[in-house]
């Protein structure tokens, strides 16, 4: 009987999609993708909608005419990524493959993939912020000082886009140690609902906006990303730059940054069907990168350290 190979893959795609929502902190980017207009490429379109203001009515001559201008800004795709997996057919056959390959790849997943989709947002996040003057550097919290510094931003964001867009706050863990210990900080602590996708998870939240907590790891302002082949990066996977700084934390509308995944694939290859070697081949690809549409930049602050 033939292996159903193309099932396979369907079943660890469907595994791994889910894994990557449930396990990556910065999931919650993904909902905003039904903004983007895709029509294949390397390429998606982000509508930007500009539209004049109120005009005064005339009784005689009625309504002032006014404009609307929608337009699709195009913006690339940069992160293309993989890898190419074999298990020896001595040490897997058909009855144990699944098991065997479904844990490799959702190790992989775990330890790999979502750590550097995380650390690629927070980022690129980092660096757009910076390029709009958006940021405060070389910030060194303590308890006496991080609330207030905290609330400082907030207001600044709020004072431009009101009070009823759901902000969230993504904080380095070792900075929320810093944050529990704050003067008054339970005075303004609380626990709330946060839903990235279809998945709702409940976590701390300050003056009723949410607080997630990332591995500092992945929060640095730069990081290179292995290409797999030139010296020292045959490993693969990413590490932060020499020159990075530490985020500290980020404070944004959920909407504001539009993250895309456009491939996410897995193929199999059972050792009948592979040609260069007597094992079974697993490849995993994932196509991916995020945006802030430019008119979304003055609600965003970004706080980094020394």
Do not use: C
């Not at 390029?131 to 006496?144: D, L």
């Not at 045959?234 to 993250?259: C, E, L, S, V």
């Not at 456009?262 to 490849?283: C, E, H, L, M, Y």
Request: hydrophobic share 40%; glycine share 6%.
């Amino acid at each position: 009987m033939p292996v159903n190979t193309l099932q396979y893959s369907q079943q660890f795609q469907t595994v791994l999609d889910a894994q990557m929502l449930a396990g990556a902190t910065s999931s919650f980017m993904e909902a905003n993708a039904g903004q983007v207009k895709y029509d294949g490429g390397d390429t998606v379109h982000i509508p930007e909608i500009s539209m004049q203001g109120l005009a005064k009515y005339d009784r005689d001559e009625g309504f002032n005419r006014g404009s609307v201008t929608l337009k699709f800004t195009p913006y690339k795709m940069t992160q293309d990524r993989g890898r190419t997996f074999s298990l020896d057919s001595m040490d897997v056959n058909e009855t144990n493959f699944v098991a065997t390959a479904g844990t490799v790849m959702g190790e992989f997943q775990r330890t790999q993939v979502i750590p550097e989709i995380d650390a690629y947002r927070y980022s690129k996040i980092a660096a757009l912020a910076t390029s709009k003057n958006r940021t405060t550097a070389a910030f060194t919290p303590t308890a006496t000082t991080i609330l207030e510094k905290i609330e400082a931003d907030i207001t600044e964001i709020q004072d431009v886009i009101g009070e009823d867009e759901g902000l969230v706050i993504v904080m380095s863990t070792k900075l929320r140690t810093i944050l529990n210990n704050a003067d008054k900080f339970n005075k303004y602590l609380d626990v709330t609902q946060f839903r990235a996708g279809a998945i709702d998870t409940k976590v701390k939240s300050f003056n009723e906006i949410p607080i997630l907590g990332v591995p500092s790891a992945r929060m640095k302002t730069a990081y290179v990303f292995a290409d797999g082949k030139t010296a020292n990066q045959q490993a693969g996977g990413f590490k932060a730059d020499t020159a990075a700084k530490d985020i500290n934390w980020i404070i944004m509308p959920q909407r504001a940054p539009i993250a895309v995944s456009k491939t996410d694939k897995v193929r199999v290859f059972d050792p009948d069907t592979n040609q260069s070697g007597d094992a079974w081949k697993i490849d995993y690809r994932k196509y991916h990168d995020l945006w802030i549409p430019e008119q979304r930049f003055a609600s965003i602050r970004v706080n980094t350290g020394a």
